[in-house]
């Protein structure tokens, strides 16, 4: 089974930026479409980007133009730049492969 940890998150103030990355163990990384996940207090974990094989990315609308996923099939990771954040960008960020394997999640707060 694929393990995935989650790193970069913290604290930041409205405007700031944060990098967060997800390392994967095993081989086939390369085989895997990749996600991020958002999980707010109080509510479901929804998806925020995601980025296939290929390398073709998607975004939920409310980070459109402030979010970059990417990846980095030779050292198994999966990156997730956030500028621009906002208070309602805070939550538990978890990194997923698709394949019923997910991180233990990173926490961001975007607070003044």
């Known amino acids: 089974q694929v393990q995935l940890v989650e790193s970069g998150g913290g604290l930041v103030q409205p405007g700031g930026s944060l990098r967060l990355s997800c390392a994967a163990s095993?081989?086939?990384?390369?085989?895997?479409?990749m996600g991020w996940y958002r999980q707010a207090p109080g509510k479901q974990r929804n998806l925020v980007a995601s980025?296939?094989?290929?390398?073709?990315?998607t975004y939920v609308e409310s980070v459109k133009g402030r979010f970059t996923i990417s990846r980095d099939n030779a050292k198994k990771m999966v990156y997730l730049q956030m500028n621009s954040l906002k208070a309602e960008d805070t939550g538990i960020y978890y990194c997923?492969?698709?394949?019923?394997?997910w991180g233990q999640g990173t926490q961001v707060t975007v607070s003044s």
């Open positions: 980025i296939s094989r290929g390398g073709a990315t």
């Open positions: 997923t492969n698709y394949a019923n394997s």
């Open positions: 095993g081989s086939l990384f390369s085989n895997y479409a």
